[in-house]
């Protein structure tokens, strides 16, 4: 005999009623239909008014059949859950539609010849031309950028964390979140500043040092986040068996912080490969092929992308090399953050079992 029976009492029932998995789905559809039928109704052409809409439908919708079922508390939270995966689509569907319609427009004029060829006598407004040229300059500029910036930046950020004590600690750690929030524009007023009083003309590598001035922040703030996830106990046995202060450093912290550094520093790479403020000012732009970043103006991806919109003239071609060259460009920047990703992965210290 059951337990009911013997006391002669039911079982209480404490589970709430509930709403099937599938209802989100069926609310998001029928909140865009309707959502659809109110815009056509009203005469509102822009699908973003649409969406809008059926948004706040799909909200809406989503409480007032979960209260009725579920109650009010779990309303709430399926409210607050509508918001977040609202706010999440909001986001995506202009990344995914800037990437469509960079692919779809890019790939008419992108082959082998594109990438191999430079404009030379090649007029904006006419067909044929390349990015030869500003693969080249752009590779060059940011790879200097790189050589100065990310060896400034990873010891400051040593300094920071390992010594930085006082006011100068302070000072620097002031300077760098000033610096993390400068245009670029103004890091390349400041060296075209420098190239007025020397009277010098536009070349490479005044481009590289706007761009490592854009740099250097991003990759201390990021070294220093690392450096401070290694645990002390780590320096502090280093240091109980004699080790000097500067060696611990070098070969107890920074390896097993290398792959997060090395993963901000890309991040950083590819923070300035597309900055074009300070190209535009101290590059000055070529369409022929500059191999020499110390002498005379050189071109770069960011730099040829707006010079093809810029003089196009309303020319298909220059608005095809501009779109080509921004795929480029994208491939580029998610080359360097999956190379950061596997670095990070790589490096990343391995649970025992």
């Known amino acids: 005999m ?16 509930s709403l099937p998995r599938w209802t989100p789905w069926a609310i998001a559809a029928g909140s865009l239909a309707l959502g659809i039928g109110i815009s056509a109704a009203a005469g509102l052409d822009s699908t973003i008014q649409w969406g809008l809409i059926a948004a706040v ?8 059949i979960a209260a009725r079922v579920e109650g009010r508390r779990q309303a709430k939270d399926r409210v607050a859950t509508s918001l977040v995966w609202v706010a999440f689509v909001v986001a995506v569907i202009p990344l995914v539609s800037l990437i469509w319609v960079t692919v779809a427009r890019g790939v008419k004029v992108l082959d082998l010849y594109f990438l191999s060829h430079s404009m030379g006598v090649v007029a904006d407004t ?58 670029s524009i103004v890091a390349g007023l400041f060296i075209l500043s420098l190239m007025l009083i020397f009277k010098m003309e536009p070349f490479g590598f005044a481009g590289s040092l706007a761009l490592a001035i854009l740099m250097m922040p991003v990759v201390v703030r990021s070294t220093e986040e690392m450096l401070k996830l290694v645990p002390n106990e780590l320096r502090e046995a280093s240091l109980a068996l004699g080790v000097p202060k500067w060696r611990t450093i070098l070969k107890v912290v920074l ?40 002498e005379g103006a050189q071109a770069s991806l960011p730099l040829y992308i707006y010079q093809q919109f810029a003089n196009s003239a309303g020319s298909g071609a220059a608005y095809d090399r501009a779109w080509a060259a921004s795929l480029t460009l994208i491939a580029f920047v998610m080359i360097l953050n999956l190379v950061a990703r596997g670095i990070a992965r790589w490096k990343a210290p391995k649970s025992g079992r």
């Open 2 to 17: 059951s337990t009911a029976a013997v006391t002669g009492k039911r079982s209480s029932t404490l589970r709430a009623a």
């Open 57 to 64: 439908l799909f909200v809406l919708g989503t409480y007032g």
């Open 126 to 183: 006419e067909p044929g031309g390349g990015i030869y040229h500003a693969i080249i300059g752009s590779l060059e500029q940011v790879g200097l950028a790189t050589a100065i910036g990310a060896p400034i930046g990873v010891l400051t950020a040593i300094y920071l964390v390992e010594y930085g004590r006082g006011r100068l600690a302070k000072a620097v750690t002031f300077f760098v979140d000033v610096m993390t929030g400068i245009p």
């Open 255 to 294: 390896p097993t912080s290398i792959g997060g550094i090395t993963t901000g520093i890309m991040l950083a790479v590819a923070r300035i490969a597309g900055e074009t403020a300070p190209v535009l000012l101290l590059v000055f732009g070529n369409p022929f092929i500059n191999n020499n970043p110390f």
